[in-house]
């Protein structure tokens, strides 16, 4: 069983198009992560939802739009892609309330190609 | 701000060769410190974490001390292998807010 699941694995698309990833956790979590990683694997958070209610949103481009339908499970849509936003995200959960014990559970990664 | 800063890679050692990856911290309060680990064309998975001052978490041969007078997580195995070829990752999670912040990752190849 997965823990944290995320698809496509693979998305190559192109510039101009809109595109959603999808992120689902059976782990019983009830906050839920994105996070871009560069060509340098740099890992940058983009948004964070705690019980479906949105709690990190850094400076991301407002083409990308987090939306979590239940506590299960955090999407990411991107609208007008451009080339920059070629990278790998990672969705990734957590229990809240297990504090500053409680780590971060990675999804196997989604690769959008924008070319 | 909080952050972790830790040692530009990339790292390329034999096998069997003693491995130290360094990792500082800026915190307020008291952060818990992790290592996690990304293997190719993986997710970051956890390798070992720690919650308070001089506690050690160790996993699979690493191990890191958790040393608040030096606000150092370094992570370190005593022999490494080929199949410990990957992205290590040192992040801290604050105690408030339950953010994570990672380092900028270290490469590390290992070679027969």
């Known amino acids: 069983d997965t823990a944290v699941s995320q698809t496509p694995k693979y998305l190559v698309t192109q510039m101009g198009n809109d595109k959603s990833i999808k992120c689902e956790q059976n782990l019983g979590h009830d906050t839920m992560y994105w996070y871009k990683q560069d060509s340098k694997k740099f890992l940058k958070i983009m948004f964070s939802y705690n019980n479906k209610e949105l709690i990190i949103n850094e400076t991301v481009p407002n083409r990308f739009s987090p939306k979590s339908p239940d506590k299960a499970h955090l999407n990411l849509h991107i609208n007008s892609l451009e080339l920059g936003d070629s990278a790998v995200y990672f969705c990734?959960?957590?229990?809240?309330?297990?504090?500053?014990?409680?780590?971060?559970?990675f999804g196997e990664g989604s690769r959008l190609t924008v070319l | 701000g909080d952050s972790v800063t830790q040692m530009e890679g990339p790292v390329t050692l034999s096998e069997e060769a003693f491995l130290t990856i360094n990792c500082t911290y800026t915190?307020?309060?008291?952060?818990?410190l992790f290592w996690y680990v990304q293997y190719p064309g993986e997710g970051l998975q956890l390798l070992l974490k720690?919650?308070?001052?001089?506690d050690k978490g160790s996993n699979k041969g690493f191990e890191a001390t958790y040393r608040k007078e030096t606000t150092s997580f370094h992570l370190e195995k005593g022999s490494v292998q080929v199949s410990d070829s990957a992205v290590y990752f040192c992040a801290l999670k604050t105690n408030t807010g339950n953010q994570f912040y990672f380092g900028t990752g270290t490469s590390l190849t290992v070679i027969p």
């Open positions: 720690a919650t308070k001052a001089d």
């Open positions: 915190a307020t309060g008291y952060p818990s």
């Open positions: 990734a959960s957590s229990h809240w309330t297990s504090g500053r014990n409680g780590e971060l559970f």
